[in-house]
C-alpha cells in the first residue's frame, strides 16, 4: 500500500489567490523517511498539513485533486482517527506545548491520555521516550517556562511517545544547536529502522543527506524533483530550486569546476572522506592539491 | 561528591519523581488532600450558611472558619494575607457606602446629605461581611486546590476533557497574556518609548500594547488547538490519566454531608424562620 498519493493536487487557502500547492504529483512508499525540502513559502509546511489532513479540515480553503493517505481518500477519513494515525510535529514550538501541564513529563504523556493508554503503561512509555531524547534533566519542569528549544524537543517527544507508524515532521530542529539536532535525527533514524514512515521538512540538508531514503525538493508550491536522496542532492534541479546542496556536495562541483572532479559526487562528509582519499591516492606523496 | 553519585543522585531523585505517578497525587496535607469537589461543597455550604443566616454573627463566623480552615490547609499565610487585603479594598468600601446610603434609624450622625443611623451600619456590617464571605471561599478555594486538581476531579465524574481544557487554558491564558505583554513592553522600551513614569505615562504606553497582545493569542489559539489535535485529544475513545486522586474517605463523606446538612438547614430557616 502506498503511503501517501498525491494526484495533480492544488490547494488554495481561503482568502488568498495563489495556490500553495500547484499541480502536485507525488508517491510516497511506505517505511522509510522522506525529506522535503525548499526555500520559504516553497508548500513544505502545507504539504505536510495535506498528508496529515490539516488542510483542508482545519485550515479552509478549496482542495482539488486527488489526495490518497495509507490508501483511502483524505476526505473519507474522520480527522480524529487521522490524529490516531498519523503523528504530526509542527514547526512553532510555542505553540506546541498544551499550557494544561505542570511537568514535562506529563506534557509528553497527554497524547497518551487522550489515547487512553493506562497508566503504568503510560508511564513506561514517556519514560522510555525520556530517556531517549536525554530530557531526564527536564521532566519536572514546567513546560510553560522552556526555552524554544527546548519545547520543540518535547513536543517531539510527545508525538513520539504516541507511537503512530506514520509520523509528519516539519521543522523539529529549527530552534535546535548541532548537537541536540544530531539527537533528533538520531531518533528519526531509529524510528525509520523500526518501519516507521516519516516525511520530514527540514532546512538542515547536511543531516537529510545521512538520514534520508528520499527527498523531494519543492518551489513555488510545485514539486519538482522527487527521487532518491543522492540523486536528488547532486542534481542540478536542487540548484534551481534555489536549495543549497550538502557543503561537501557544493566543495565537489566547486571542484570539478576548477577541472579536479572526485571520482564520485559525495553528499555526506564520510563519503566525501573516501572521494578525497581515492583521488589522493592517485596522486604523489607530498603533493597537497586535490 | 563525584560526578557519577552526583548523576546517580540525579537519577534516584527522577524516579522517585516519576513514581509519584503510581499513586495519589497529594500536597502534603489532609485538608488539601481533600477531593476537590468535597472542597467545594464544604466552602460553598460555608458561603450559603453565611447568606442564609440572619444576622451578623454567621457571615462573622464563616469568615473566622476560612482562616482556620487556612491555617490548617497549610496556606494561612498567603490567604490571610489576601483575604485582609479584600477586607480593606472591598469590605470597607462596601460597608461605607451601605452604612451611608441605607437610612433607618436611630440616626447616629448626619453629614450634609448623608445620614448615618444604626439599622445602615448594622445592614452595611452584614452586606460586607457576607460578601466577604462569599469572596473568602472562593479565594481560599483556590489557594487549598490547584486548578488542575479541580478539573481532574470534574473529569472524572464526567465533564468532558474538552469543557475542562478550556477552563485550564482560560487560567493559562492570563498568565500568557501578561507574558507577552512584558515582552512587548521591553521590546517598546528598548526602541526608545518611554514606559514608565506616571500613571497616564504609563496608560499611554499600555494601551498600545493591547492590540499586538490580543491578535497574537488569537492566533496562536488555532495552531495550539491543531497541535492538541496531533496529540488524539479528539480522538472518541475514554481519555485516561497520568495524575489520579486518592480516593475519598468515609470520614470526608461524613464531613461534607454535615457540612450539606447545615446549610440545607440555614437555608429551611431562612424561609421559615427558626431563630
Known amino acids: 500500500m502506498v503511503l501517501v498519493s498525491l494526484h495533480d493536487v492544488r490547494f488554495t487557502y481561503a482568502f488568498t489567490e495563489r495556490p500553495a500547492l500547484d499541480g502536485v504529483t507525488l508517491e510516497l512508499e511506505p517505511g522509510l523517511l522522506h525529506g522535503v525540502v525548499g526555500m520559504n513559502a516553497s508548500g513544505k509546511s502545507t504539504l505536510c498539513a495535506l498528508i496529515r489532513g490539516v488542510v483542508p479540515h482545519f485550515h479552509e480553503g478549496t482542495l482539488e485533486g486527488d489526495v490518497q493517505v495509507l490508501g483511502r481518500d483524505l476526505s473519507d477519513w474522520d480527522p480524529a482517527d487521522l490524529s490516531q494515525t498519523i503523528g504530526c510535529v509542527f514547526d512553532n514550538p510555542f505553540t506546541q506545548i498544551s499550557g494544561i501541564k505542570d511537568t514535562v513529563f506529563e506534557e509528553i504523556a497527554i497524547g497518551l491520555e487522550n489515547l487512553g493508554v493506562p497508566r503504568e503503561a503510560m508511564i513506561q512509555r514517556v519514560k522510555e521516550v525520556v530517556e531517549r531524547l536525554g530530557l531526564q534533566a527536564l521532566i519536572r519542569k514546567n513546560p510553560n517556562e522552556l526555552s524554544g528549544g527546548q519545547r520543540q524537543k518535547v513536543a517531539f517527544a510527545s508525538i513520539i511517545a504516541m507511537d503512530t507508524d506514520f509520523i509528519v515532521i516539519d521543522e523539529p530542529t529549527s530552534q535546535l544547536d548541532p548537537e541536540a539536532s544530531e539527537e533528533i535525527f538520531g531518533v528519526i533514524d531509529q524510528l525509520r529502522r523500526h518501519g516507521k514512515s516519516v516525511v520530514l521538512v527540514e532546512h538542515k540538508i547536511d543531516l537529510l543527506a545521512r538520514y534520508a531514503d528520499s527527498i523531494v525538493v519543492m518551489k513555488e508550491g510545485r514539486v519538482v524533483m522527487h527521487g532518491p536522496t543522492r540523486d536528488v542532492l547532486t542534481s542540478d534541479a536542487l540548484l534551481d530550486a534555489n536549495v543549497p546542496p550538502p557543503e561537501v556536495t557544493a566543495l565537489a562541483r566547486d571542484l570539478a569546476d576548477a577541472g579536479k572532479e572526485l571520482p564520485f559526487m559525495p553528499i555526506t562528509r564520510s563519503e566525501a572522506y573516501q572521494a578525497i582519499s581515492r583521488r589522493m591516492e592517485g596522486r604523489p606523496r607530498g603533493h597537497h592539491t586535490a | ?275
Open chain 2, 1 to 275: 561528591m563525584s560526578a557519577d553519585q552526583d548523576r546517580g543522585g540525579a537519577a534516584i531523585r527522577a524516579e522517585d519523581f516519576i513514581d509519584g505517578f503510581r499513586r495519589p497525587a497529594t500536597q502534603g496535607n489532609r485538608v488539601r488532600d481533600m477531593n476537590p469537589i468535597s472542597v467545594f461543597l464544604v466552602l460553598g455550604s460555608l458561603a450559603v450558611i453565611a447568606v442564609a443566616v440572619p444576622g451578623i454573627v454567621a457571615p462573622s463566623t464563616v469568615c473566622v472558619v476560612l482562616v482556620l480552615i487556612s491555617l490548617a490547609g497549610g496556606v494561612g499565610r498567603s490567604f490571610i494575607g489576601n483575604f485582609s487585603r479584600l477586607f480593606v479594598a472591598i469590605g470597607l468600601l462596601l460597608f461605607v457606602l451601605r452604612s451611608a446610603f441605607a437610612g433607618g434609624t436611630p440616626v447616629l450622625f448626619t453629614i450634609g446629605a448623608i445620614t448615618v443611623s444604626m439599622e445602615g451600619v448594622l445592614e452595611g456590617l452584614r452586606f460586607a461581611l457576607v460578601v466577604m464571605a462569599i469572596s473568602g471561599t472562593v479565594t481560599l478555594y483556590f489557594a487549598l486546590i490547584p486548578i488542575k486538581y479541580s478539573m481532574l476531579a470534574l473529569e472524572l465524574k464526567g465533564v468532558t476533557p474538552r469543557a475542562t481544557y478550556v477552563l485550564l487554558a482560560a487560567f493559562q491564558a492570563i498568565t500568557d497574556l501578561g507574558k507577552n505583554a512584558r515582552v512587548i513592553m521591553d521590546a517598546q522600551k528598548a526602541r526608545g518609548i518611554e514606559t514608565e513614569g506616571n500613571f497616564v505615562q504609563r496608560v499611554r504606553a499600555f494601551v498600545p500594547v493591547l492590540a499586538p497582545v490580543f491578535l497574537s493569542a488569537i492566533a496562536a489559539t488555532e495552531e495550539k488547538a491543531i497541535a492538541l489535535d496531533a496529540r488524539a485529544f479528539n480522538s472518541r475513545v475514554n481519555h485516561s490519566h497520568l495524575v489520579t486522586l486518592r480516593p475519598t474517605p468515609a470520614w470526608e463523606v461524613v464531613f461534607v454531608a454535615i457540612a450539606i446538612l447545615c446549610a440545607v438547614v440555614a437555608c429551611a430557616g431562612a424561609v421559615v424562620p427558626w431563630y
